[in-house]
C-alpha cells in the first residue's frame, strides 16, 4: 500500500515539475520576445505600401513576435491601401495598428488599414472615419464616376470589416456619409479594440487578445517586456513616396515642359535644359506609379507649341492661348478618375502652371524683341551711323563714329577733312565704307 502511496506523491511531483518548467519557459519566450516598430506618419502612396510589405516580410523573416504601426495619415492612393490589406492578410505575424499620437487620426485610406489590422488600438484623442472616395481637387466626384468608385469602396471595406468581425455598418457610413469618430465611439462601435495611452500600454494589453492569422486562431502573449526594433523607411522608398504624391508628378511634368522648352527658345542656355531633362525622367518614372491622363500631356505640349509659334508670327494671341493650354493640362495631368483616393493642391498647380507659362512667353517676347531690334554693338551696329572725316578720305583715312576712330575708304569722290560722312558697310571686319554725307541724309 505504501509503495502505491510513494508512487502517487512521485507521479505529482513529475506533474508539478512539468508544468513549472513549461510556465518557466513560456516567461523566458515572453522575456526574449521582440516586436517590430513602424513609424507610418505620411500619405498613403505606393512607397507607403512597399515599406508595410518589406516590414512585414522583415519581421516574419527575424521572427518577431508583431509588428506594431503607428499611424496617422490624412489618406491618399486607394490601390496603394489595397496592396496594403492584402499584406496585412497574408501576414504570418500579428499586424497591430495604433493610431498615435494624440491629434493624429486614421483617415480615408486609413480607415481600410485600421479595420484590416489583426488588433486595432487608437491613442486618447485621435479619430478614425471619412473615407468617401474625392476627385483630384478634393471635392466629391461627379456623375457615374462618383457612384462607380462609392460602391467600389464600400465593398472594399464591408469585405475588410466582415473579415475581421468589425463593425460593416459603421464602415459603410464611413465611406457613404464620411462619418468620423473618436477612440472612445470606435471602442464602443466595435470598430477598433482598446485604447492605448501608449505603447506599453498597447503591448501590455495584447496579452490574452485572440486574432485570426492566415485562417487559424492564435492567443497573443504579454509583450510589455519585449524588446522593441524600430523600421526605417528606405532611400528608395522615401524618394518612390515623394515622387507618387500627384502635387509632385504634375509639378515635374510642369518643369520638364518650361525647361525644355527654355532650351528651345534659348540654345545653349544649358541649366533650363538640363532640369527639364532631370524633370521629365522623373516624371516619366512617375507615369509607372500613378495613373497619368494623356490628354493633360497633349494639352502640356500644344502649350509649349502655341508659344513657341509666336516667334514666327507674333500677335499675342497665340501666346495667351498657350499659357491657358499649361494651366488647363496641369490641372488634367493626374486621372483621378482611375484612382480614387488621389486629391491635388489645385491652387499649387495652376499657380505653378501660370507662372510656368508665363515665363515662356516672357521668354518668346524677349526672342522676338532681340531679333527686331537694330544691332548696336559691334561693327555691324555702325553701319548707318554718322561720323565725322578725321582726314581726307579716298582709298584710305579714318573717320571718328560711335566715340571711336575707325579705318575707312570710299568709293565716291573724296572726302575733305571735317566733313560728316555716313557708314555704308563694313569690310574685312575693321574698314567701314563711307561716303559724304548727302542734304537728305542730314535732315
Given at each position: 500500500m505504501?509503495?502505491?502511496?510513494s508512487?502517487?506523491v512521485?507521479?505529482?511531483?513529475?506533474?508539478?515539475?512539468?508544468?513549472?518548467?513549461?510556465?518557466?519557459?513560456?516567461?523566458a519566450?515572453?522575456?526574449?520576445?521582440?516586436?517590430?516598430?513602424?513609424?507610418?506618419?505620411?500619405?498613403?502612396?505606393?512607397?507607403?505600401?512597399?515599406f508595410?510589405?518589406?516590414?512585414?516580410?522583415?519581421?516574419?523573416?527575424?521572427?518577431?513576435?508583431?509588428?506594431v504601426?503607428?499611424?496617422d495619415?490624412?489618406g491618399?492612393?486607394?490601390q496603394?491601401?489595397?496592396?496594403?490589406?492584402?499584406?496585412?492578410?497574408?501576414?504570418?505575424?500579428?499586424?497591430?495598428?495604433?493610431?498615435?499620437?494624440?491629434?493624429?487620426s486614421?483617415?480615408?485610406?486609413g480607415?481600410?488599414?485600421?479595420?484590416?489590422?489583426h488588433?486595432?488600438?487608437?491613442?486618447?484623442?485621435t479619430?478614425?472615419?471619412?473615407?468617401?472616395?474625392?476627385?483630384?481637387?478634393?471635392?466629391d466626384?461627379?456623375?457615374?464616376?462618383?457612384t462607380?468608385?462609392?460602391?467600389?469602396t464600400?465593398?472594399?471595406?464591408?469585405?475588410?470589416?466582415?473579415?475581421?468581425?468589425?463593425?460593416?455598418q459603421?464602415?459603410e457610413?464611413a465611406?457613404?456619409?464620411?462619418?468620423?469618430i473618436?477612440?472612445?465611439?470606435?471602442?464602443k462601435?466595435?470598430?477598433v479594440?482598446?485604447?492605448a495611452?501608449?505603447?506599453?500600454?498597447?503591448l501590455?494589453k495584447l496579452?490574452?487578445?485572440?486574432?485570426?492569422?492566415?485562417?487559424?486562431?492564435?492567443?497573443?502573449e504579454?509583450?510589455?517586456?519585449?524588446?522593441?526594433?524600430?523600421?526605417?523607411?528606405?532611400?528608395?522608398?522615401t524618394?518612390v513616396?515623394?515622387?507618387?504624391?500627384?502635387n509632385?508628378?504634375?509639378?515635374?511634368w510642369?518643369?520638364?515642359?518650361?525647361?525644355?522648352?527654355l532650351?528651345?527658345?534659348?540654345p545653349g542656355?544649358?541649366?533650363p535644359?538640363?532640369?527639364?531633362v532631370?524633370?521629365?525622367v522623373?516624371?516619366?518614372?512617375v507615369?509607372?506609379i500613378i495613373?497619368?491622363?494623356?490628354?493633360?500631356i497633349?494639352?502640356?505640349?500644344l502649350?509649349?507649341?502655341?508659344?513657341?509659334?509666336?516667334?514666327?508670327?507674333p500677335?499675342?494671341?497665340?501666346?495667351?492661348g498657350?499659357?491657358?493650354?499649361?494651366?488647363?493640362g496641369?490641372?488634367?495631368?493626374?486621372?483621378?478618375?482611375?484612382?480614387?483616393?488621389?486629391?491635388?493642391?489645385?491652387?499649387?498647380?495652376?499657380?505653378?502652371?501660370?507662372?510656368?507659362?508665363?515665363?515662356?512667353?516672357?521668354?518668346?517676347f524677349a526672342?522676338?524683341?532681340?531679333?527686331?531690334?537694330?544691332?548696336?554693338?559691334?561693327?555691324?551696329?555702325l553701319?548707318?551711323?554718322?561720323?565725322?572725316?578725321?582726314?581726307?578720305?579716298?582709298?584710305?583715312g579714318?573717320?571718328?563714329v560711335?566715340?571711336e576712330?575707325?579705318?575707312?575708304?570710299?568709293?565716291?569722290?573724296?572726302?575733305q577733312?571735317?566733313e560728316?560722312?555716313?557708314?555704308l558697310?563694313?569690310?574685312?571686319?575693321?574698314r567701314?565704307?563711307?561716303?559724304?554725307?548727302g542734304?537728305?541724309?542730314?535732315?
Open positions: 505504501k509503495r502505491y502511496q508512487s502517487g512521485e507521479l505529482r511531483h513529475l506533474v508539478v515539475s512539468i508544468f513549472v518548467l513549461f510556465c518557466s519557459h513560456t516567461v519566450l515572453a522575456d526574449n520576445a521582440q516586436v517590430a516598430i513602424i513609424r507610418m506618419q505620411m500619405g498613403i502612396f505606393p512607397g507607403t505600401a512597399e508595410l510589405k518589406e516590414s512585414i516580410s522583415r519581421a516574419e523573416h527575424e521572427k518577431m513576435s508583431a509588428l504601426v503607428e499611424l495619415t490624412p491618399g492612393m486607394l496603394a491601401s489595397q496592396d496594403m490589406v492584402k499584406a496585412i492578410f497574408d501576414s504570418s505575424i500579428p499586424v497591430v495598428f495604433y493610431v498615435s499620437p494624440t491629434g493624429g486614421a483617415t480615408s485610406a480607415v481600410f488599414l485600421t479595420l484590416a489590422s488588433v486595432a488600438v487608437m491613442a486618447p484623442g479619430s478614425i472615419g471619412a473615407a468617401h472616395p474625392v476627385a483630384g481637387d478634393g471635392q466626384i461627379q456623375g457615374d464616376m462618383r462607380k468608385a462609392e460602391n467600389m464600400v465593398a472594399m471595406v464591408k469585405s475588410i470589416s466582415e473579415r475581421r468581425g468589425r463593425n460593416v459603421w464602415a457610413k465611406v457613404r456619409e464620411s462619418e468620423s473618436t477612440e472612445s465611439q470606435a471602442v462601435l466595435g470598430v479594440d482598446f485604447i495611452d501608449d505603447l506599453d500600454g498597447l501590455r496579452k490574452g487578445k485572440e486574432v485570426l492569422i492566415q485562417n487559424e486562431k492564435r492567443t497573443l504579454d509583450l510589455s517586456k519585449a524588446s522593441r526594433v524600430y523600421y526605417e523607411m528606405s532611400l528608395s522608398q524618394v513616396n515623394i515622387l507618387s504624391n500627384p509632385i508628378a504634375a509639378l515635374l510642369i518643369g520638364a515642359t518650361t525647361g525644355l522648352s532650351e528651345l527658345y534659348h542656355a544649358i541649366l535644359g538640363v532640369v527639364g532631370i524633370c521629365l522623373l516624371a516619366l518614372a507615369y509607372q495613373p497619368i491622363n494623356i490628354s493633360g497633349v494639352l502640356l505640349v502649350g509649349v507649341a502655341l508659344i513657341g509659334a509666336e516667334l514666327a508670327v500677335s499675342g494671341i497665340l501666346g495667351v498657350g499659357v491657358i493650354a499649361i494651366v488647363l496641369a490641372i488634367y495631368l493626374i486621372d483621378v478618375n482611375e484612382a480614387p483616393g488621389l486629391t491635388m493642391n489645385m491652387t499649387a498647380i495652376v499657380s505653378a502652371a501660370t507662372v510656368c507659362g508665363v515665363a515662356l512667353l516672357l521668354a518668346v526672342v522676338v524683341r532681340s531679333q527686331r531690334k537694330k544691332i548696336t554693338t559691334g561693327s555691324e551696329g553701319v548707318g551711323s554718322i561720323g565725322e572725316a578725321r582726314g581726307n578720305i579716298t582709298d584710305d579714318r573717320i571718328f560711335h566715340g576712330l575707325w579705318k575707312a575708304f570710299t568709293r565716291s569722290s573724296m572726302i577733312r571735317g560728316k560722312v555716313k557708314v558697310g563694313v569690310h574685312d571686319g575693321l567701314l565704307e563711307v561716303e559724304k554725307l542734304d537728305d541724309d542730314s535732315k
